[in-house]
T-cell receptor
Framework: SQQGEEDPQALSIQEGENATMNCSYKTSINNLQWYRQNSGRGLVHLILIRSNEREKHSGRLRVTLDTSKKSSSLLITASRAADTASYFC????????????FGSGTRLLVRP | NAGVTQTPKFQVLKTGQSMTLQCAQDMNHNSMYWYRQDPGMGLRLIYYSASEGTTDKGEVPNGYNVSRLNKREFSLRLESAAPSQTSVYFCASIHPGRLNTGELFFGEGSRLTVL
């Protein structure tokens, strides 16, 4: 079974609003990453948070990690129509070589 | 600097046929990966190669074989294609110096249909 599971599966918001996506995982991790995928394209890395970090920022992105709940959230502030894409979390386990295991993703639609 | 290049981009096969998906990266990365993506399923790891000469199974290796031909190239082979292997296949790579940043670089995908 997949390590990470995102919710919601789909999210539709108005431009300018904030978008929050959540990711839950099952085993101890080394780090958790978020990727973005535009329709029909490959994935692009957004941000990584290590297991000993609780929050990280990058531009309009804010990621949190709660290792006690085995969950993470990605917040996109002041969303734009260009943020429309699918967003995936991926985890790297403590006990493995560097393998990323992806969740099923959240499809975000930002309406102009 | 092309990044990660996959060929072919599209392929239609009949059940039982074989084919090889090619992947090459020009970033001098050590580790390379093959994933498949099915609708609503996210990406699932098929095989990966931590370094030249090594390969290891991922989450869904059955029905596939891989070859790490050299540092640049990592191919995925379907020996006897089945309709369940209809999917989009992604190759990715990472530089060991990037492990702390976790940045996998992905190709644009190979869309395979098995009839």
């Amino acid at each position: 079974s997949q390590q990470g599971e995102e919710d919601p599966q789909a999210l539709s918001i108005q431009e300018g609003e904030n978008a929050t996506m959540n990711c839950s995982y099952k085993t101890s991790i080394n780090n958790l990453q978020w990727y973005r995928q535009n329709s029909g394209r490959g994935l692009v890395h957004l941000i990584l948070i290590r297991s000993n970090e609780r929050e990280k920022h990058s531009g309009r992105l804010r990621v949190t990690l709660d290792t006690s709940k085995k969950s993470s959230s990605l917040l996109i502030t002041a969303s734009r129509a260009a943020d429309t894409a699918s967003y995936f979390c991926a985890t790297v386990r403590m006990d493995s070589s560097y393998k990323l295991i992806f969740g099923s993703g959240t499809r975000l639609l930002v309406r102009p | 600097n092309a990044g990660v290049t996959q060929t072919p981009k599209f392929q239609v096969l009949k059940t039982g046929q074989s084919m090889t998906l090619q992947c090459a990266q020009d970033m001098n990365h050590n580790s390379m990966y093959w994933y498949r993506q099915d609708p609503g399923m996210g990406l699932r790891l098929i095989y990966y190669s931590a370094s030249e000469g090594t390969t290891d199974k991922g989450e869904v290796p059955n029905g596939y074989n891989v070859s790490r031909l050299n540092k640049r190239e990592f191919s995925l082979r379907l020996e006897s294609a089945a309709p369940s292997q209809t999917s989009v296949y992604f190759c990715a790579s990472i530089h060991p110096g990037r492990l702390n940043t976790g940045e996998l670089f992905f190709g644009e995908g190979s869309r395979l249909t098995v009839l």
